[in-house]
T-cell receptor, first 113, second 114 residues
Framework: GQQLNQSPQSMFIQEGEDVSMNCTSS?????WLWYKQEPGEGPVLLIA?????ELTSNGRLTAQFGITRKDSFLNISASIPSDVGIYFC?????????????FGEGTQLTVNP | EAGVTQFPSHSVIEKGQTVTLRCDPI?????LYWYRRVMGKEIKFLLH????????ESGMPNNRFLAERTGGTYSTLKVQPAELEDSGVYFC????????????FGPGTRLTVL
């Protein structure tokens, strides 16, 4: 099956620092998504990317859909304590139906005030 | 609008026992998904319902897992008999029909098999 390699697995940063995480795949995806999961909650969609090369922002978050369609990155600028959580990349492949998603293993982000 | 709800939030059972997880999707959402995350790993797709029909169940690990969605509303996922490797967080998600909408996830059920 398809796999997404997400890195880093965890990050410990100081408030105010910028953060970058990425996902790569051996397969092509039609759509890349970035989710955030906070303790006791389910994943919440942050950004959806639909075209190769697309760069999309949501507040302090910026994500890009790689040109090869096999990778994506997420940047968080000027981190704050509420950015703490697990960030997951997810992709949808044209060979699957019904919005079935393939997820990465997640990046655990800790922000020290 | 109420979100996706799941019950119970936690379940601790012994190997060989049976557990049933419940998911109530967002009202009116025809699409319902089950996913699972085992410790530190990726969130893995289990299956997809459209109304009461199983659209895709290719992610179900084995025949110890049974998912139902009678009447096309809430769904249950039964594990019988449970094994140690079934431990993890089981997420339910729902999505409306059409458009570019993506699934909304519930808070998950944390299952621990001892």
């Amino acid at each position: 099956g398809q796999q997404l390699n997400q890195s880093p697995q965890s990050m410990f940063i100081q408030e105010g620092e910028d953060v970058s995480m990425n996902c790569t795949s051996s397969s092509i995806f039609n759509t890349w998504l970035w989710y955030k999961q906070e303790p006791g909650e389910g994943p919440v969609l942050l950004i959806a990317l639909y075209k190769a090369g697309e760069l999309t922002s949501n507040g302090r978050l910026t994500a890009q859909f790689g040109i090869t369609r096999k990778d994506s990155f997420l940047n968080i600028s000027a981190s704050i304590p509420s950015d703490v959580g697990i960030y997951f990349c997810a992709g949808q492949w044209s060979g699957t139906s019904g919005s079935r998603l393939t997820f990465g293993e997640g990046t655990q982000l800790t922000v020290n005030p | 609008e109420a979100g996706v709800t799941q019950f119970p939030s936690h379940s601790v059972i012994e190997k060989g026992q049976t557990v049933t997880l419940r998911c109530d999707p967002i009202s009116g959402h025809d699409n319902l998904y089950w996913y699972r995350r085992v410790m530190g790993k990726e969130i893995k797709f289990l299956l997809h319902f459209v109304k009461e029909s199983k659209q895709d169940e290719s992610g179900m690990p084995n025949n110890r897992f049974l998912a139902e969605r009678t009447g096309g509303t809430y769904s249950t996922l039964k594990v019988q008999p449970a094994e140690l490797e079934d431990s993890g967080v089981y997420f339910c998600a729902s999505r409306g029909t059409g458009g570019r909408g993506w699934p909304f996830f519930g808070p998950g059920t944390r299952l621990t098999v001892l």
